[in-house]
């Protein structure tokens, strides 16, 4: 379980981590007139499905953190 949980924890930050890049690329791309995601979603939105992944992470983390303190 601690496994998965860790692997979880791995992937969801990346995830979060590209997201936030995507949404900061949007917007360079908004402001010069073209898109990257083809209009599908805005570059806030983006940056807020990170923040949520990273809020996850966060409780993945202190669930971990909370575990290795027990034992």
């Known amino acids: 379980m601690t496994l998965l949980t860790s692997i ?7 995830v979060a981590f590209a997201l936030a890049g995507l949404g900061a690329w949007e917007h360079l791309a ?7 995601v083809r209009g ?3 570059p806030w939105r983006l940056l807020e499905y990170s923040a949520v992944a990273m809020l996850f992470v966060i409780a993945l ?11």
């Open 40 to 42: 599908h979603y805005d």
């Open 61 to 71: 983390q202190l669930r971990e953190i909370k575990l290795s303190q027990r034992g």
């Open 30 to 36: 908004r402001l010069l007139g073209y898109t990257v």
């Open 8 to 14: 979880l924890s791995r992937f969801l930050f990346v």
